[in-house]
Protein backbone atom coordinates (compact mmCIF):
# COMPACT_ATOMS: atom_id res chain seq x y z
CA UNK A 1 0.00 0.00 0.00
CA UNK A 2 1.36 3.53 -0.85
CA UNK A 3 1.08 5.81 1.71
CA UNK A 4 0.36 9.94 0.66
CA UNK A 5 -0.74 12.17 3.14
CA UNK A 6 -3.81 14.49 1.48
CA UNK A 7 -4.04 17.24 0.51
CA UNK A 8 -0.77 18.75 -0.68
CA UNK A 9 -0.27 22.37 -1.30
CA UNK A 10 2.71 23.13 -3.87
CA UNK A 11 3.99 26.50 -3.47
CA UNK A 12 2.33 29.51 -5.30
CA UNK A 13 4.57 30.58 -7.56
CA UNK A 14 4.29 27.73 -9.72
CA UNK A 15 0.23 27.59 -9.63
CA UNK A 16 -2.32 30.16 -10.78
CA UNK A 17 -4.38 28.59 -8.54
CA UNK A 18 -4.51 25.06 -5.99
CA UNK A 19 -5.30 22.31 -7.73
CA UNK A 20 -4.20 18.58 -6.22
CA UNK A 21 -2.35 16.70 -8.94
CA UNK A 22 -3.03 13.81 -10.83
CA UNK A 23 -1.33 11.39 -8.77
CA UNK A 24 -2.46 12.61 -5.85
CA UNK A 25 -6.46 12.20 -7.50
CA UNK A 26 -5.26 8.63 -8.93
CA UNK A 27 -4.07 7.48 -5.27
CA UNK A 28 -7.15 8.80 -3.85
CA UNK A 29 -9.33 7.08 -5.83
CA UNK A 30 -7.70 4.09 -5.10
CA UNK A 31 -6.14 3.35 -9.02
CA UNK A 32 -2.45 3.73 -8.26
CA UNK A 33 -1.16 0.36 -7.39
CA UNK A 34 -3.30 -1.13 -10.70
CA UNK A 35 -0.96 2.00 -12.73
CA UNK A 36 2.08 0.61 -10.90
CA UNK A 37 1.03 -3.03 -12.58
CA UNK A 38 0.34 -2.25 -15.67
CA UNK A 39 3.82 0.02 -15.72
CA UNK A 40 5.93 -3.15 -14.28
CA UNK A 41 4.04 -4.73 -16.83
CA UNK A 42 5.28 -3.09 -19.92
CA UNK A 43 8.56 -3.42 -18.72
CA UNK A 44 8.54 -6.74 -19.34
CA UNK A 45 8.58 -5.72 -22.59
CA UNK A 46 9.73 -2.77 -23.39
CA UNK A 47 8.80 -0.34 -26.51
CA UNK A 48 9.36 2.70 -24.17
CA UNK A 49 11.37 4.52 -26.91
CA UNK A 50 11.12 4.44 -30.95
CA UNK A 51 14.22 1.36 -30.53
CA UNK A 52 11.15 -0.74 -29.75
CA UNK A 53 13.76 -3.00 -27.78
CA UNK A 54 11.65 -5.47 -26.24
CA UNK A 55 14.03 -6.87 -23.65
CA UNK A 56 12.47 -7.61 -20.20
CA UNK A 57 13.51 -4.98 -18.15
CA UNK A 58 12.21 -6.65 -15.07
CA UNK A 59 15.27 -9.15 -15.14
CA UNK A 60 17.53 -6.32 -15.87
CA UNK A 61 17.87 -7.16 -19.63
CA UNK A 62 20.30 -4.15 -21.67
CA UNK A 63 20.00 -3.30 -25.34
CA UNK A 64 20.86 -0.14 -26.94
CA UNK A 65 19.72 2.76 -24.17
CA UNK A 66 21.86 0.14 -21.53
CA UNK A 67 18.73 0.99 -19.28
CA UNK A 68 17.86 -2.13 -17.06
CA UNK A 69 15.61 -2.61 -14.42
CA UNK A 70 16.13 1.13 -12.90
CA UNK A 71 16.30 4.17 -15.39
CA UNK A 72 18.16 7.35 -14.23
CA UNK A 73 16.27 10.35 -14.16
CA UNK A 74 18.60 13.01 -15.55
CA UNK A 75 15.90 16.02 -15.04
CA UNK A 76 12.41 16.46 -14.49
CA UNK A 77 10.82 19.59 -14.88
CA UNK A 78 7.84 21.78 -16.33
CA UNK A 79 7.65 22.89 -19.91
CA UNK A 80 5.94 25.79 -21.39
CA UNK A 81 7.37 25.51 -25.03
CA UNK A 82 5.14 23.50 -26.23
CA UNK A 83 1.28 24.48 -28.45
CA UNK A 84 -1.41 25.91 -25.94
CA UNK A 85 -3.50 23.04 -27.20
CA UNK A 86 -0.61 20.31 -26.04
CA UNK A 87 0.48 22.06 -22.56
CA UNK A 88 -2.68 23.77 -21.22
CA UNK A 89 -2.35 26.38 -19.20
CA UNK A 90 -0.16 24.79 -16.47
CA UNK A 91 2.02 23.35 -18.90
CA UNK A 92 3.39 19.60 -19.04
CA UNK A 93 5.82 18.04 -17.73
CA UNK A 94 9.05 16.43 -19.21
CA UNK A 95 11.34 13.58 -17.71
CA UNK A 96 14.63 13.72 -19.45
CA UNK A 97 16.61 9.57 -18.83
CA UNK A 98 20.39 9.22 -18.54
CA UNK A 99 22.22 6.79 -20.49
CA UNK A 100 19.81 7.00 -24.03
CA UNK A 101 19.52 10.20 -25.97
CA UNK A 102 15.89 9.25 -27.42
CA UNK A 103 13.76 9.03 -24.17
CA UNK A 104 11.98 11.65 -23.15
CA UNK A 105 8.62 11.23 -21.61
CA UNK A 106 6.41 14.37 -21.63
CA UNK A 107 3.27 14.19 -19.86
CA UNK A 108 0.22 17.01 -20.33
CA UNK A 109 -0.78 18.34 -17.26
CA UNK A 110 -4.67 18.77 -17.45
CA UNK A 111 -5.86 22.88 -17.40
CA UNK A 112 -9.14 21.43 -15.91
CA UNK A 113 -7.33 20.72 -12.27
Known amino acids: MIAISLPV ?4 QYLLEYYEPVCL ?11 VEAALKELEDCCV ?3 DCHVN ?3 DEKRVCNTGRH ?7 PHFGEEDCLRG ?9 GLCKRLR ?5 SSSG
Open 9 to 12: KPEP
Open 25 to 35: QTCRRGEMEER
Open 49 to 51: CPR
Open 57 to 59: RLN
Open 71 to 77: AIVSSAF
Open 89 to 97: WRGSGTIFF
Open 105 to 109: IQTIV
